[in-house]
Nanobody, 122 residues
Framework: QVQLVESGGGLVQPGGSLRLSCAASGSIFSINVMGWYRQAPGKQRELVAAITSGGSTKYVDSAKGRFTISRDNAKNTVYLQMNSLKPEDTAVYYC????????????????WGQGTQVTVSS
């Protein structure tokens, strides 16, 4: 089993920045990919950014150029740096991980954190 704990959400004004953190524990040796999903009210959950164990990254189009996913293997932590935030970025953000190797699969990742709220509003 893998446990994921997110932190770093909050309220920010449009144009501002936030950094989300996700600390992983448990059978982390089995994890190949990690990512951040988000779910806005009334919308489907979507994969926003993902990173492989080798450091390859992928982003949803709306996040390209604004969000950066990174990982610190020594701390077993994945980060999502979000800049130039927009009201449409408002959502609950979930850290997720998977033992399989597809970075951007049609299925959802198998391990999940509890989620952290990000609200972008003036």
């Amino acid at each position: 089993q893998v446990q994921l704990v997110e932190s770093g959400g909050g309220l920010v004004q449009p144009g501002g920045s936030l950094r989300l953190s996700c600390a992983a524990s448990g059978s982390i040796f089995s994890i190949n990919v990690m990512g951040w999903y988000r779910q806005a009210p009334g919308k489907q959950r979507e994969l926003v950014a993902a990173i492989t164990s080798g450091g390859s990254t992928k982003y949803v189009d709306s996040a390209k150029g604004r969000f950066t996913i990174s990982r610190d293997n020594a701390k077993n932590t994945v980060y999502l740096q979000m800049n130039s935030l927009k009201p449409e970025d408002t959502a609950v953000y979930y850290c997720a991980a998977d033992r399989r190797t597809y970075i951007w699969p049609v299925y959802e990742y198998e391990y999940w954190g509890q989620g952290t709220q990000v609200t972008v509003s003036s």
